[in-house]
């Protein structure tokens, strides 16, 4: 077995010092291992990191990551198994994607989905019967308005009105794009074609001081989303201003008439007054997947992991796992 990192627990006593409206921590893990033999097939200079990505699928947690290793020369994704919290056990090539951000396995169609985000181009795209990717809907990232200052696709999900969603990571005005693509039953996909666009109200600005310069590295900006109930969204935003990482989670309400979506912040991932134990702090990460997982004693179960970059000195790979609470009993 290795280690990567080292272990962090923390029970769900250690949420009532931040009073989330809807979800409360039960565990924090920065340490993963993995059988000798998982890595052994894999070219040697093939890391674990980078992960960008997390879905649960048939009891275990799948991470893939946006690249192979820190390098502007191999851009493929790989793909990690986790059968349970931290136990890796299967590692494999995604497919030959590159600079996948997001993936999803979806029941109806029964195939593979992810974002992926790269110099030229960002959209969404999926594994065919044959396991070749194909895309959905590509946009370039150097000429388009919704691409600006390096703002591609990172997150990706299904709701239960059978359709598909994405959402690009930020924009320069008062509002970000999310698309809404329809299930047809007769080619066993969505159609892009008949998209409906939605305006997520957001800040770019939200963490970033009036003198600083936004661009494509500093300022706020969407992760990942997902279904939370019918016709709603929970919606992750991460903003940097350089120095610090904020992180919250929103509920996101899609309206029946007209684009305008409202939004209701539902949890921060707050640096101060929250303590691990040893006088450590759990400062928010890179946080860039999220996933539901299997319920427990009847409460949802939210998986979030931060991708580290390949810089095991400034970032680690963080998965979080956080319970859903009943507001009602909480609250009194």
């Given amino acids: 077995m290795n280690k990567f990192l080292i272990v962090f627990l923390f029970s769900s006593f250690w949420a009532n010092a931040q009073t989330p409206k809807n979800f409360e921590f039960i565990k924090a893990d920065s340490s993963f291992n993995w059988p000798t033999d998982v890595f052994s097939f894999l070219p040697p200079e093939i890391k674990f990191g980078g992960i960008s990505g997390i879905e649960f699928y048939n009891n275990a947690l799948f991470l893939v990551s946006d690249r192979a290793f820190k390098s502007d020369t191999n851009q493929n994704s790989y793909l990690f198994k986790m059968d349970a919290v931290g136990q890796i056990s299967a590692a494999f090539k995604f497919f030959g994607v590159d600079n996948a951000e997001s993936i999803r396995f979806d029941n109806l169609s029964q195939k593979m989905f992810y974002a992926f985000e790269r110099e030229d181009s960002t959209g969404i795209g999926y594994t065919n019967e044959n396991n070749i990717p194909t895309n959905l809907v590509a946009f370039s990232m150097k000429n ?68 600083q310069v936004l661009n494509g590295n500093v300022g706020n900006g969407i992760t990942e989303i997902l279904p939370f109930e019918n016709n709603k969204l929970l919606v992750m935003e991460r903003c940097f201003d350089g120095s610090f990482i904020t992180m919250r989670l929103f509920v996101a309400s899609i309206p029946s008439i007209g684009s305008s979506i409202s939004k209701e912040q539902v949890f921060e991932f707050s640096i101060k007054n929250e303590l691990l134990g040893q006088g450590h702090a759990l400062r928010p990460d890179n946080f860039e997947g999220m996933a539901w997982g299997k319920e427990e004693d009847g409460r949802r179960i939210l998986y979030v992991i931060s991708d580290d970059n390949f810089s095991p000195k400034r970032q680690r790979t963080l998965l979080l796992k956080l319970r859903e609470v009943d507001i009602q009993k909480s609250d009194k």
Avoid: H, M
């Fill in 144 to 211: 388009d308005t919704l691409t600006a200052e390096n703002r591609g696709i990172e997150s990706l999900c299904f709701d239960e009105n059978k359709n598909l969603w994405f959402a690009f990571e930020s924009s320069l005005g008062s509002s970000v794009s999310l698309f809404q693509c329809p299930y047809e039953a007769t080619t066993n996909n969505y159609n892009y074609k008949k998209k409906k666009v939605f305006q997520y109200p957001f800040d770019a600005r939200s963490c970033i001081k009036s003198e």
